[in-house]
């Protein structure tokens, strides 16, 4: 199994600082024991204008047999000979990735304290790999190496046999990258690569694997047009680690396009000890306040306000302990439920699900067949998945429901077609100038029949005696509107997208500043004026939920309420 890196230099940068790059001295010949036999790193030419480095690893087939225990293509037990008579010790594979990992450590992380800075720039660069395994052909190869800044990626496959070309050509190809990139950067993509041409490990996938792809990909997996096939190949398509770091790459790809880090992302909720799937169904309000207690910026958790529930009283603004009142999140669930309900909803998105309490309320109706819980953060949806007993469920139940990752400020195919939609809690956590980017991706892109929206009144603050003047009800809150606000938003959101939109309380309706919840229900219309611009329809919605009124958009326009 044989491997070349070579690069080209001048008097001022020669070429032999390929040498300090890979911490591998151009005058010596060394040798370092694998696990599966040795490898040997030797310079067959190394001057200033050119240097190559090689990489030999010889394979002992007995020792790969032995090691495998039976797991992988080397110790596969097909057929005697065949374990010990068979291509891993010529063809490279996941062997030579590790060796590669093995040998130049410090090279794949971009390290060099004698040289910094060349190893921090491109180098023009030649690799060469004369047999490489590829399940998917030259085809494959240019798809895979294409996207990563190769100038010339070359995939010369190998016949079976030149003295008898009427067999055809065998699944090797001999393989030749050129182009300007890190050091780095190359060695990881061969890292990663090599193994999924071969489409095989020869050792068992654990968990870690996971972390292993991250890291090697880092800066050009996330946005790789082939993600899902180098992934699942990767991970010997173990497809609980294959989704595991799916997920994980979507957090880094919208950390990139908004240019912030990943933690920032994923913080809709704290690591915390206990289960959630142990607290019941809503068990009481201490045990939702006290995950909800938990939320960080970015939290999308439909019951954010519990925390503040708890911290500043009763729904009147009174202490509300030791009382079987329900909490405002129990009746905002409740609301959003009945409303569900009435429009005749059978699919359901929950956008922004957080830890999924809406999704477990609307499981336990059957008139639900289908609910999808979308969430940008992985943490949230793994607490989700735990309170809904998701790996417990039965086929059938289990088909009504999914938990998928997206941001809700880009547009998703995925979320086409559903009746309905719920942003319950969501939009005062995205920056203003966010807003238009998730009304288009919601009414504009999805657009599902209905779409009901709930956010806190900021004028039913004063009522919270606990609740410092001018503080949100929550951290990460980036504003909180009062009702003409939130009428504002909500109207022209409806006359650009095509909905009529009806208006509702949640919670005691206060005389003096309104509900602590306010909620707008969206229904589309096909209703356009002359002008092109769609009109809100004069539609009075009658009834109420729990202790609430409503309050419709022509109402509103003529100071009535229904």
Same mark, same amino acid.
């Given at each position: ?8 230099? %001048? ?25 599966? !036999? ?35 293509? !080397? ?12 291509? #891993? ?92 990139? #890190? ?112 939320? *960080? ?12 529930? *708890? ?42 699900? &957080? ?16 609910? /999808? ?11 989700? !998945? ?76 004063? #009522?919270?005696? %606990? ?25 022209? /959101?409806?006359? #650009? ?16 500043? &309104? ?7 969206? %229904? ?10 769609? /009109? ?22 003529? &100071?009535? %309420?229904?």
């Amino acid at each position: 199994m044989f491997l070349t890196i070579s690069t080209t230099g %001048t008097p001022e940068r020669p070429a032999t600082d390929l040498g300090f790059l890979l911490h591998k001295h151009p005058d010596r010949a060394q040798t370092f024991s694998t696990a599966h !036999g040795t490898a040997h790193v030797l310079y067959p030419e190394a001057s200033a204008e050119r240097c190559t480095a090689a990489l030999l690893l010889e394979i002992d087939p007995v020792a790969l047999v032995r090691r495998s225990r039976g797991k992988g293509r !080397g110790g596969a037990p097909d057929a005697a000979l065949a374990q010990y008579v068979n291509d #891993r010790p010529y063809a490279a594979s996941s062997l030579l990735a590790v060796a590669l990992s093995t040998v130049f450590k410090s090279a794949l992380r971009g390290v060099c304290a004698a040289l910094p800075e060349r190893a921090a720039r491109p180098l023009p660069l030649r690799i060469e790999v004369p047999a490489v395994p590829a399940r998917g052909g030259a085809e494959l190869v240019g798809k895979l190496f294409g996207p990563l800044g190769w100038t010339s990626v070359e995939a010369r496959p190998v016949a079976l046999d030149e003295r008898f070309p009427q067999w055809g050509e065998s699944r090797y190809v001999q393989l030749v990258l050129d182009g300007e990139l #890190r050091l780095a950067d190359a060695l990881r993509q061969l890292y990663v690569l090599l193994p999924v041409l071969d489409d095989a490990k020869h050792y068992w996938v654990a968990p870690d694997e996971v972390d292993k792809l991250l890291r090697a990909g880092e800066g050009w997996l996330a946005e790789h047009p082939e993600q899902k096939l180098i992934t699942s190949r990767y991970l010997a398509r173990r497809w609980g680690l294959t989704r595991q770091a799916m997920e994980r790459l979507e957090l880094v790809r919208l950390a990139e396009a908004d240019d912030i880090d990943v933690e920032a992302i994923d913080n809709a909720v704290e690591e915390i000890l206990t289960d959630p799937a142990l607290d019941g169904a809503e068990t009481g309000e201490a045990s939702s306040d006290a995950t909800d207690a938990t939320a *960080t910026a970015n939290a999308t958790d439909t019951d954010t306000e519990n925390a503040t529930d *708890t911290a500043a009283g009763a729904d009147d603004g009174r202490v509300r302990s030791f009382t079987k009142e329900p909490s405002l999140a129990d009746q905002r669930r409740e609301a959003i439920l009945t409303t569900l309900r009435a429009t005749g909803a059978g699919t359901v998105l929950d956008l922004g699900c &957080g830890q999924g309490q809406l999704v477990q309320a609307l499981l336990k109706d059957a008139r639900f067949t289908r609910i /999808v819980g979308v969430d940008v953060s992985v943490r949230a949806l793994a607490i989700a !998945g735990r309170r809904i007993g998701l790996d417990r469920m039965s086929e059938r139940q289990a088909a009504r429901v999914t938990l998928t990752q997206g941001a809700l400020t880009y547009t998703d195919k995925r979320l086409k077609g559903y009746d309905a939609a719920v942003l319950s809690e969501v939009v005062e956590h995205l920056d203003l100038p966010r807003l238009p980017a998730l009304e288009h991706a919601v009414f504009g892109a999805a657009r599902p029949r209905t779409v009901i929206v709930t956010t806190p009144n900021v004028e039913y603050n004063v #009522r919270w005696e %606990t609740l410092p003047a001018g503080h949100a009800r929550h951290g990460d809150h980036r504003f909180e509107w009062t009702r003409e606000e939130f009428r504002d938003w909500a109207g022209e /959101v409806a006359r #650009r997208h095509g909905y009529d939109v009806a208006y509702a309380p949640i919670g005691p309706d206060d005389p003096e500043v &309104g509900p602590p919840t306010q909620m707008a229900v969206f %229904t589309q219309n096909d209703t356009t004026g002359k002008t092109g611009k769609t /009109v809100v329809t004069e539609t009075v919605v009658t009834e109420t939920v729990a202790t609430r009124t409503v309050v419709t958009a022509a109402d509103e326009q003529e &100071g009535k %309420t229904a």
